[in-house]
């Protein structure tokens, strides 16, 4: 247990005093949830969401670690965002949206509703069905909201894919899910130039592909590249939406698209996130209890009031796409903000230049982005009124002290509550915050479990959360194994997320980072397995190792030790001829992002005779940390086979410095 030595920021008085939940709040739902956690769940669920038809059980743990919520009550996720605010909210903004080139488009809850309504008349039109699995491999605009929407409406699983991702990783997915459906679009702009999207989608549909229809958005005013190849339906949503309209359909049979009720704990969508073995898994959520924490959290953590323009620049290709951006701040009936292109395009001001035009209020983004603005420099900071906003959050890694209080001063002027929000894919929402109008806050300290959320910390570090709640993942998509040894196996009855945390007398959690092998590369959760199995695939790899190393703007960097096939190369050449070893770094580079994306290519690679192995076989990563660090081995190296394999690493290593 630490104690709270290190420095603490107290609220500023309005939040206080002004707060959706205040501490008054805060006391009465603790005391609650301590008398009666599941009836507190339900007094929420009824509180906060519209049920056709109301549960009647608040939990069924008859099958642990199965829990499944809300399961016989009925209810849908795009009407709660949607619907319901059609009568006090319609005309109001529920998106704006500004692309990279500087178009912008306003979509009134209305519209948006409209909108959504008609793309699940096409979709319904092409025979989706509930629990049919669709793809979705989008930027971040609002046809790709309009697509999750669609898909929600019908109770149709979605899977969006991070528009980063290779046409492997893409096509791995797909086939787990046996998704019939992909949506795309022809591109989109970043750092000005065309992202193909549809090259990267066709080429993952290729080969012996479960895709029947590729649905294209027009994003970008170039025609469609298509290969004539495909076999399969491929549909020009630009003039499909458009002949649908003229089907004359009556605006009242679009519009009236009811809603599919879905039982409180069908799946909603399935997204893929990175473990420690090869394989990513495919994260099942629930339908009510996700929407329900997605909802709350929103505002309760970013304290989302009817007049903020609230922008979370995560993409929808991430978790905190899916809770933060298309589904909580709407459910709230909250005016979100989506920007399609990076940061620093045209220059490095773009998004304070967003804030000053939108007034943005309340801005949620990841350290990695805001070590890149500290690099970048305050001249592009101070350009700008950022006087709009009231609240700053942060998400994804540790933010560290200095890079919260660079936050904190430099972007809120010391005036906004900065949270630091601890969750994952799993979770489905924030679990770890302090709340603006509640908890002060220590810089570098994520902060207590919300209300409703019990947080502990075993004897060895390990963050775990004891109790079951709504938005919990359901489980791991065609893999109950994964699930139960992942998550449930180590200590009993409690969830583990595989983090490292500590908690101070407060009950507040700072995390220490992962405790496996996991590592956070600019706020994305990638396994050094997945890479490994990546470079396998390479024909001069033999094996590989790979590791993270700290990294300036990432958070981690990743560095891959690899041993080449017999004959390829010995090290020896590799000194004499740099060049070539050069050439085949960048090969392997360059590989690691076609089969996986470029996130994941990593920083360096070091080509090496072989690897520290015990004699059981195991590979020592921490002698590789330190040597990819230029430090030398510490601690016990009486297990190694082959000792002469640490002096032989340090002079590649040495080498390539
Ligand atoms: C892992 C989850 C949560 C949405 C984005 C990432 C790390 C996340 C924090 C934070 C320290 C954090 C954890 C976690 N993480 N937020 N505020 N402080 N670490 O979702 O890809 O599922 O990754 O990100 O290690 O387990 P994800």
């Keep these: 247990m630490q104690s709270n030595s290190e420095e603490i920021i107290a609220l500023p008085l309005n939040f206080k005093t002004h707060a959706n939940f205040n501490l008054e709040n805060y006391k009465d739902l603790q005391a609650s949830f301590q008398q009666d956690y599941l009836g507190t769940w339900a007094k929420l669920a009824q509180e906060e969401l519209f049920w056709h038809k109301d549960f009647s059980q608040t939990l069924d743990d008859s099958d642990k670690p199965f829990y499944k919520w809300f399961l016989d009550g009925e209810t849908n996720i795009s009407y709660n965002c949607l619907d319901i605010h059609l ?22 809850y ?13 979709l319904k039109n092409l025979g989706v069905k509930k629990g049919d699995r669709i793809c979705i491999y989008m930027s971040l605009c609002p046809e790709a909201i309009i697509a999750m929407h669609a898909c929600t409406r019908i109770g149709a699983i979605h899977s969006v894919v991070f528009a980063g991702f290779a046409a492997h990783a893409m096509k791995d997915r797909i086939d787990e899910l046996s998704a019939k459906i992909l949506i795309t679009q022809n591109g989109f702009y970043r750092r000005g130039k065309i992202v193909d999207l549809l090259e990267v989608a066709t080429e993952a549909i290729s080969k012996n592909s479960p895709v029947e229809d590729l649905l294209i958005f027009k994003r970008v005013k170039e025609p469609l590249s298509l290969q004539s190849s495909l076999k399969i339906q491929i549909h020009d949503l630009d003039r499909e939406l458009k002949d649908l309209a003229n089907l004359n359909l009556s605006t009242h049979e679009v519009l009236e698209q009811t809603p599919e009720w879905l039982s409180g704990n069908d799946t909603s969508f399935i997204l893929y996130t990175s ?40 993409d929808i290709g991430w978790i905190t796409g899916h809770s933060y951006v298309a589904y909580g701040p709407l459910a709230n009936g909250a005016t979100v903000f ?5 940061p620093n395009f045209p220059e490095a001001d773009r998004y304070w230049a967003l804030i000053e035009k939108y007034k943005i209020n309340i ?67 924030i679990m770890l915050s302090t709340l603006p109008g509640v908890n002060y806050m220590i810089p570098g300290t994520a902060g207590p479990a919300l209300p409703g959320i019990s947080a502990e910390i075993n004897p060895e570090g390990l963050l775990h959360l004891s109790k ?111 060049g070539s070893t050069e050439e085949r770094e960048r090969i392997l580079k360059e590989h690691v992002a076609n089969e996986i994306g470029a996130h994941a290519k990593p920083e360096r690679i070091i080509i090496c005779e072989a690897l520290p192995k015990t004699r059981s076989g195991k590979v020592m990563r921490r002698l590789l940390k330190d040597i990819a660090q230029d430090r030398l081995p510490e601690g016990d190296l009486s297990t190694l086979e082959d000792k002469d394999v640490v002096a032989k690493l340090l002079a590649v290593s040495k080498l390539k410095q």
């Design 275 to 314: 473990g420690s073995t090869g394989k990513p898994k495919g994260i099942e959520h629930n339908t009510a209890g996700y929407l329900l924490w997605a909802k709350l959290t929103s505002k309760w953590v970013f304290d989302l009031k009817d007049e903020d323009v609230y922008w979370c620049t995560a």
């Design 363 to 429: 801005f949620y983004t990841a350290p990695t982005a805001i070590r890149s603005f500290q690099a970048w420099g305050l001249e592009h900071i101070e350009k700008h009124d950022l006087s709009s906003l009231r609240l700053l959050g942060s998400v994804g890694e540790p933010i560290g002290t200095e890079t919260w209080k660079w936050f904190y001063e430099n972007i809120g002027k010391s005036k906004c509550p900065i949270v630091d929000t601890w969750w994952q894919t799993e979770t489905g929402g």
């Design 87 to 108: 009568n006090d909210r319609g005309e109001k903004a529920a998106l704006i949206f500004e692309d990279e080139a500087g178009e912008s488009e306003i979509l009134s």
């Design 468 to 578: 079951p709640w709504p938005s919990m993942l359901k489980g791991v998509y065609k893999n109950p194994d994964r699930y139960i040894k992942g998550y449930w196996t180590k200590i009993p009855d409690s969830y583990l997320p595989g983090d490292l945390a500590d908690i101070s007398v407060e009950g507040y959690i700072k995390i220490g980072g992962r405790n496996d092998d996991v590592i956070n590369v600019s706020g994305h959760r990638l396994g050094t397995a997945e890479i490994e199995t990546a470079l396998a695939k390479h024909q001069t790899i033999n094996e590989s190792a790979v590791i993270a190393i700290p990294h300036a703007i990432k958070g981690e960097g990743i560095v891959a030790f690899v041993v080449l096939k017999q004959g390829l190369m010995n090290v020896t050449d590799s000194q004499q001829s740099h």
């Design 338 to 342: 989506i920007y399609e292109g990076a």
């Design 110 to 122: 209305k519209v948006l509703h409209a909108r959504v309504c008609e793309f699940t008349v096409y």
